[in-house]
């Protein structure tokens, strides 16, 4: 922390002065500074924006505004896809197979338009069966296939990666493929590979240097690894059927997956925000762009004041990375014996001696999802100005998931 942080707490203060907390916050500037930082390391590949890290159609229709290479969005829910396919949106993928027989039948509704119908993820047949049963009218639905871009060492004893699909081969893939293209009731349009193990681990944790080397060395084996056998497994797919779309990586991974031919399009959500978790990569840096401002309500002790609220804990191993952090003012941290909780927060450090009731703290999520699913607006700023308050997912009704 030094006078950039000082600063840029007077600067939010001002430009929030008399909004009652708590309150949700998306800085445009900082917002824009992320983008073209991505495209940077994307090296000119279109970027899919994957709307779950986003959750708020004025952001995302933002984003989309931002740059022509920011085209098409990854949902995580059917429904979702439906409602921003109602709403207009186009080139929508969903990134998780769908189970909602009532959404694929709506679907249906939509497959006579390419442009309009979302593309539905699978790696099953299972997952075939349920969506042709499913689907109504004379189009045949979108799918596209979900490989595992996993790592695996030591003859399988060491993995790494996110748990996705079972399709892991070339052979594999195309087998499913040609079971794709046999049924009249879809098209396989494109394939996806996300490759967790890089574009959602850090390799820069301050305080552990053994772990982020051996982080390094795993991540620069594994995208060896998965460069070449996405490739093999795009030419096999693509053999069975043209595919519109090749889509791999994420915010943490974009400048390593741009690399390979065998990859149209990447992907990217969590950037746009730079959530605290991505404080954490030695390859790239981004601004904060997203927080969330809490009252203080009480002094329990010198050095020591209360915020209401601010549980607000990201998924995945339950850790302390997964806390929300104090931001500004500078010089605060959690308790370790309370952490963030459900209706209140307490606060240790420096800055908590001048901190009195009635002033506010501001914080960072951990992960870029979880903020919209706990405010139903979003102020928005730029400069030294809120320029719009706007609904998030919530704000609108919604809560996919």
């Known amino acids: 922390m030094g006078p950039a942080d000082e600063e840029l707490h007077e600067r939010y203060e001002a430009i929030f002065e008399g909004i009652e907390a708590p309150f949700a916050f998306v800085d445009l500037d900082a917002l824009a500074a992320n983008a073209d930082a991505m495209l940077a390391r994307g090296a000119g590949k279109p970027i899919r924006v994957a709307s779950k890290s986003v959750r708020c159609r004025e952001v995302l229709e933002r984003i989309d505004a931002l740059d022509e290479r920011f085209c098409g969005l990854l949902c995580f829910t059917l429904p979702e896809a439906l409602m921003l396919a109602a709403a207009g949106r186009r080139d929508i993928v969903v990134a998780y197979p769908t189970v909602d027989r009532r959404a694929i039948s709506r679907l249906g509704e939509l497959a006579a338009d390419p442009e309009a119908t979302p593309v539905l993820m699978v790696d099953e047949t299972a997952q075939l069966d349920l969506i042709e049963g499913a689907a109504t009218g004379p189009a045949p639905i979108p799918v596209a296939i979900d490989i595992d871009a ?25 087998r499913f493929a040609e079971e794709i293209a046999s049924r009249p009731g879809l098209e396989l349009v494109g394939l996806m590979a996300y490759e967790g193990q890089v574009a959602g681990v850090g390799d820069a944790t301050p305080g552990h240097p053994l772990r982020n080397v051996a982080i390094r060395h795993m991540q620069r084996a594994s995208m060896a690894e998965i460069a070449e056998r996405r490739a093999a497994i795009a030419a096999a797919v693509g053999a069975v059927a043209p595919l519109r779309f090749v889509n791999g990586g994420g915010t943490g991974s974009l400048e390593l997956t741009a690399r390979e031919d065998a990859v149209t399009e990447l992907a990217a959500g ?66 370790r014996q309370e952490g963030a909780g459900e209706v209140q927060t307490p606060l240790l450090g420096e800055a908590a001696v001048r901190i009195r009731v009635g002033d506010r703290v501001y914080m960072r999520h951990a992960k870029a999802g979880e903020l919209c699913e706990r405010f139903d607006r979003l102020h928005l700023v730029s400069g030294e100005e809120i320029v719009a308050e706007v609904p998030t997912y919530r704000g609108e009704g919604h809560a996919f998931l």
Request: proline share 13%; with cysteine; aromatic share 10%.
């Open 150 to 174: 996993g790592y695996r060492a030591l003859r399988g004893a060491f993995t790494a990666g996110t748990k996705r699909s079972p399709i892991r081969t070339a052979p594999a893939a195309r």
């Open 270 to 335: 969590s950037g746009f925000y730079a959530p605290a978790l991505f404080d954490a990569y030695g390859r790239f840096s981004l601004r904060p762009a997203a927080g969330f401002a809490l009252p203080i309500v009480r002094r329990p002790a010198p050095g020591c004041v209360t915020a209401l609220g601010g549980g607000y804990v990201a998924s995945g191993p339950a850790g302390e990375d997964r806390l929300p952090q104090p931001w500004l003012p500078p010089g605060l941290h959690l308790d």
